[in-house]
């Protein structure tokens, strides 16, 4: 824990299929490039019983942050299924910090539940 | 802070021993293996007033993930009793990355916590 | 982030002052101590606008954890104020592991909230 | 992740646009500052569309704890617009120890999430 990194682990990935309210379920992958390269980074993501879906894709500009979310990801025609239990590897061109939020309104209330990634060295 | 690890500590456990609604109170421990090696996982529970629960056993296949639920543990006849809180130490045969999430809804709505599992390197 | 250490970082400490329903309002500092030897727990309480509070004390027994409630820590005859922002530094005679979560139950509902706290290397 | 630092980073920051009930959604950059030097501490926020604005200013004295709300951060006349995706870069004059926590009452009930922020070591 000591620097930007270009590998960053998230091993609780779950879209939830479900919203009441004003506010829509949803994951965000919180990435932030303070670096003067734009990064390209690559979503795998991992699963329960089924092969990884691998080499989803998202560009983060330089200087800029993008939380991205999960359900927009693409991996030629798949997406991250919702309702199911997954997990993520994100990857970037150039070093950047990783956070991932969940935001689940399944229920009538909203819960909230966040985690710094973790960062690999490689 | 620096790659997958076969140690990791979850201090704050607890099953929370009811629910309402249409989501079920549980905690996860959800385990990413991404080598080429099944991962097989053993977990200790600690407790404040009694001896550790040892040796309670999941498999996580290679390149997959697994949310274990806490409930679903078995050590002989023994289980990690709801209501009740405890600690996690989670050992894995070959390095894994380690997140713990609970989800409660023991009142009408439910709320999230989530956090890395702290990473012991031997 | 490699090992059991002696002194842990919290820096957003809140006792919520008031409760609704089934579930009280709480923080807990979890304490994990996995070693042969009796922990004894020193916490410090550092405020916005007063003095620390200091020398807080807890046992956390050897193979046994903890889950202190911020409200039970006495120094002489003070206590940490309810509804006030505060930090903490927990001090360990043996090395341990510490994960902070609070429960609001200040509306109708619950929140929950968790982190790892902070590990210092000294 | 092993002393207080003088570089911390927070992916993911939103000002919740709206509250209901007692509790006000914000956000807090949580800061402990146990040295005997008053820090100066430096934020600065990125976007996700627009350049970032540099340098909001805050004092967090010697051996106390600031739990800065972020609405009522300026730089020049400008603030952190609610409602909008941002990321925050946190900088002091002297190590300390920097923790993220929101809580988002946009729905009736209340909910928290909270995160360790991530450390530099420059």
Redesign the interface.
């Known amino acids: 824990?000591?620097?930007?990194e270009t590998l960053w682990?998230?091993?609780?990935g779950?879209i939830p299929p479900s919203s009441c309210?004003?506010?829509v379920s949803h994951e965000?992958v919180?990435?932030?490039n303070?670096s003067d390269q734009d990064a390209e980074v690559t979503i795998h993501a991992?699963?329960?019983?089924r092969?990884?879906l691998m080499n989803m894709q998202a560009i983060v500009p330089a200087?800029?942050?993008?939380?991205i979310r999960t359900s927009s990801l693409i991996a030629g025609s798949e997406r991250i299924p919702p309702g199911v239990?997954?997990?993520m590897?994100v990857r970037s061109s150039v070093p950047v910090?990783?956070?991932y939020?969940?935001?689940?309104?399944?229920?009538?209330?909203?819960?909230?539940?966040?985690?710094?990634?973790?960062?690999?060295?490689e």
Do not use: W
């Not at 824990?1 to 930007?4: D, E, G, P, Q």
């Not at 682990?9 to 609780?12: G, T």
């Not at 939020?101 to 973790?118: G, H, I, K, P």
């Open positions: 824990m000591s620097k930007a682990i998230i091993p609780d779950y309210g004003e506010l965000s919180c990435v932030l303070t991992y699963f329960e019983d092969e990884p200087r800029r942050t993008r939380h239990p997954y997990a590897e910090y990783v956070q939020s969940r935001l689940d309104s399944t229920q009538a209330e909203n819960a909230l539940m966040s985690v710094m990634a973790f960062p690999v060295r």
